[in-house]
């Protein structure tokens, strides 16, 4: 069990240009959480999969953001069109999918964006 | 958007004193935990309690739960230097969200 990494763990981007984070998740855990967290704040939900099924996704969560878990492993998160606004880290975290494990998730390091 | 706020925002102690962090939430919840984030580091898992519970321990850390106020406490007792950390509450319903974070430094 090597945790969850998260690649890069930096980038930065110009504005109006596309980025894709990918996440691995601890393989025995079957759910996938994405996140994003500003300075000062705490993570704020963008979504998460079960196996490779999205779940949930905020409703903050703007239409040039998108998330895939196609095979139920790993994940990418891709925001098209970049704003400054967009700067933060994103965070990873993934869980066992039964009984109370479901909800202890274990986070990566995160992904720094630097939109510029 | 933030579901809880986690008071107070900061918080000094000396080494050996017990720190206390409440959190308040909005809606309905599944359960409530308790993450800790270091500088720099990532977010750890410290303690689940389930809405029907109303306390909950593990080690030097003690959590209730007030469902009726929206409300959740840790304690943590008898505090190290390598406490010094920001802790979350988060909730979990349908989506997951965590408060605003209480900011904890410990003086060795």
Same mark, same amino acid.
């Given at each position: 069990?090597?945790?969850?990494?998260?690649?890069?763990?930096?980038?930065?981007?110009?504005?109006?240009?596309?980025?894709?984070?990918?996440?691995?998740?601890?393989?025995?855990?079957?759910?996938?959480?994405?996140?994003?967290?500003?300075?000062?704040?705490?993570?704020?939900?963008?979504?998460?999969?079960?196996? $490779?099924?999205?779940?949930?996704?905020?409703?903050?969560?703007?239409?040039?953001?998108?998330?895939?878990?196609?095979?139920?492993?790993?994940?990418?998160?891709?925001?098209?069109?970049? $704003?400054?606004?967009?700067?933060? +880290?994103?965070?990873?975290?993934?869980?066992?999918?039964? +009984?109370?494990?479901?909800?202890?998730?274990?986070?990566?390091?995160?992904?720094?964006?630097?939109?510029? | 958007?933030?579901?809880? %706020? %986690?008071?107070?925002?900061?918080?000094?102690?000396? %080494?050996?004193?017990?720190?206390?962090?409440?959190?308040?939430? #909005?809606? @309905?919840?599944?359960?409530?935990?308790?993450?800790?984030?270091? @500088?720099?580091?990532?977010?750890?898992?410290?303690?689940?309690?389930?809405?029907?519970?109303? %306390? #909950?321990? /593990?080690?030097?850390?003690?959590?209730?739960?007030?469902?009726? #106020? #929206?409300? /959740?406490?840790?304690?943590?007792?008898? @505090?190290? !230097?390598?406490?010094?950390?920001?802790?979350?509450?988060?909730?979990?319903? !349908?989506?997951?969200?965590?408060?605003?974070?209480?900011?904890?430094?410990?003086?060795?």
């Amino acid at each position: 069990d090597t945790g969850v990494s998260q690649d890069p763990r930096h980038k930065i981007t110009k504005r109006g240009q596309n980025v894709t984070f990918r996440c691995d998740p601890i393989s025995e855990h079957n759910r996938l959480y994405w996140y994003r967290q500003t300075l000062g704040q705490g993570p704020e939900f963008l979504t998460y999969f079960q196996n $490779e099924a999205q779940l949930e996704k905020s409703r903050l969560l703007s239409d040039r953001f998108s998330a895939e878990r196609p095979k139920g492993s790993f994940s990418t998160l891709e925001i098209q069109r970049t $704003e400054q606004g967009d700067s933060a +880290m994103y965070l990873c975290a993934s869980s066992l999918g039964f +009984m109370d494990r479901e909800y202890e998730q274990y986070f990566g390091p995160g992904t720094r964006l630097t939109v510029t | 958007s933030q579901q809880g %706020e %986690e008071d107070p925002q900061a918080l000094s102690i000396q %080494e050996g004193e017990n720190a206390t962090m409440n959190c308040s939430y #909005k809606t @309905s919840i599944n359960n409530l935990q308790w993450y800790r984030q270091n @500088s720099g580091r990532g977010l750890v898992h410290l303690i689940l309690i389930r809405s029907n519970e109303r %306390e #909950k321990h /593990s080690g030097r850390l003690r959590v209730t739960l007030d469902t009726s #106020k #929206k409300s /959740s406490s840790l304690l943590i007792t008898a @505090s190290r !230097a390598a406490d010094t950390a920001s802790y979350f509450c988060a909730t979990a319903f !349908a989506q997951f969200y965590f408060g605003t974070g209480t900011s904890l430094t410990v003086i060795p």
